[in-house]
């Protein structure tokens, strides 16, 4: 049987997700996906007291829950739910940032897809409250990471029906900003919230 | 067998929790968790464009998942995880908010048993980032909630190891504030987020 995360994903070991040669290129990336690239962030930015932002738990419908005696309840029947936030928020600064992460294996455009109805309304809600909303986006061949403002974004998915179903990726260098990948942190995007958003406050 | 909720909690039916003469002295109280009294709460502040807060989804650790042809994965084997936040956060005017909310059927006094270190730790950290932080009390015979902030909180918990366990009722009235319950919202916390946190802005 499969190994698989905690989440449900299948685990495919350190090296199935990128090929040796690949790997001795693209020095920064371990393999990790980008919720474990973030994961790993937001923990050096607690550890350094330098924001507060967590990772939402996934979402469960639970049905079937035995409670054996002397021992911790266990779920037996219970299904994934979809999420009716971003998966990622917190607090920086004293502002609250709100934030969405996604990659493809793409090379020219993002698939909207990854995102839904439900997530775009919460962005709009989100910064109606002057809340920081954005997106991080990976291009995972490349191990290229953007910043892009959800105001783009929601743009860019309203346009959805009428027209293409993915973001040119030429149009994410235009409005994003690139994120600087390193080792610890792996993805430090406050470095692009300050120059973005802060730059009159510093 | 008992009917449960989504999140295990044990389904008592709505006449159940509280008797028939108390319910009609408190005309407020239907019988509901402080939990759906909140979420009401926040649904009803959400439409009104008024804040967006949500409550994070139970964290639970997934074992096994099945993946049948034709039909959404089941979760098999799950187990409750303990939480590494507070439950409810979201954004006001531009502020984060972060609270845990708690209720007891005690009279005179909050048992601090229901806050766990990781909580409290979190509370600290949202408070040095400027978020605002607090916890929400029911005294659910009485059907009182106050608001009380985060920093009187963690004094009255770090206090526990050496003193008594639990925090006296007239503390919370001394330190804390008292929130009007009403029919929508039920529990109409920011008006006293408004008079506490913002007095000087509005």
Redesign the interface.
Known sequence: MAI?Y???RQFKGPSASKKASQREITYSNRGMTLEEDLNETNQFY?EK?R??I?K??????????DYPKRS??????????Q???TDY????????L?FEAKETKNKTSFPLQNFHDHQIE?MK??M????IAFVILRFSITDEVYLLDASHLIQFYDQKKSSRKSIRKSDIEKYGYLIKIGYHPRIDYLQVIDSVYFKDES
């Open positions: 698989r905690p989440n449900g607690l007291k924001a507060v967590h939402k738990p996934t979402p469960v419908q639970i049905v079937q829950v911790a309840a266990v779920i037996k029947e219970a299904y994934f739910k999420a009716s936030t928020n917190g607090v920086y600064r004293g502002h609250y709100d919460h809600q989100v109606i409250q002057n809340g």
